[in-house]
């Protein structure tokens, strides 16, 4: 079942801007994960932050995580053209024998 | 080049008849997915294998059936008992006792004229 909402929907904003996308979940987790897809492509992995941790970087990338509030947000920082995607976020739900549950997604669109 | 393949990319059939997905990593992982993908929506699981001969289905498995005979590959088939089969399908695999991390491929689009 997907326990993920990702807000906003989609998003539009100029080269140069800062991008945020949030998710929010139902069960506890032992970790988030974000994904990219480019259109008609697979998924990429981003960025993992665990359960105990409140916030991660990579790159431009950062993600935020607050347990009390079963939420999460990815930050892009001065972002590009080549960043228009649709993010995902992903919870294990807690022990699912690996398992994912994936929000909806967040459709991305940086015009240059 | 190590990674996740699937093939065809694009693949149509008449109503009514069943259809295979090829899906091979050698990225030696033993967990392998099935997710099935509908425009604007998220990932949604079909079947998903921590382990060679086994396989345990998600929360869409009717009307699709898989087999896990080697640790490469993870076929799904997509049945004549499935009601809307046109979708996008990704395969994804884990390294087990790592981190949740999947790492996918680049899905096939079904469509069922």
């Known amino acids: 079942s997907q326990q993920g909402e990702e807000d906003p929907q989609a998003l539009s904003i100029q080269e140069g801007e800062n991008a945020t996308m949030n998710c929010s979940y139902k069960?506890?987790?032992?970790?988030l994960q974000w994904y990219r897809q480019n259109s008609g492509r697979g998924l990429v992995h981003l960025i993992l932050i665990r359960s105990n941790e409140r916030e991660k970087h990579s790159g431009r990338l950062r993600v935020t995580l607050d347990t009390s509030k079963k939420s999460s947000s990815l930050l892009i920082t001065a972002s590009r053209a080549a960043d228009t995607a649709s993010y995902f976020c992903a919870t294990d739900g807690g022990n699912q024998g690996g398992k994912l549950i994936f929000g909806q997604g967040t459709e991305l669109s940086v015009k240059p | 080049d190590g990674g996740i393949t699937q093939s065809p990319k694009y693949l149509f059939r008449k109503e009514g008849q069943n259809v295979t997905l090829s899906c091979e990593q050698n990225?030696?992982?033993?967990?392998m997915y099935w997710y099935r993908q509908d425009p604007g929506q998220g990932l949604r699981l079909i079947y998903y294998?921590?382990?060679?001969?086994?396989?345990q289905k998600g929360d869409i498995a009717e009307g699709y059936s898989v087999s896990r005979e080697k640790k490469e590959s993870f076929p799904l088939t997509v049945t004549s008992a499935q009601k809307n089969p046109t979708a996008f399908y990704l395969c994804?695999?884990?390294?087990?006792?790592?981190?949740?991390?999947?790492?996918f491929g680049p899905g096939t689009r079904l469509t069922v004229l």
């Open positions: 069960t506890s987790i032992n970790n």
């Open positions: 994804a695999s884990r390294r087990t006792g790592g981190p949740d991390t999947q790492y």
């Open positions: 990225l030696n992982h033993d967990a």
């Open positions: 294998s921590q382990i060679v001969n086994d396989f």
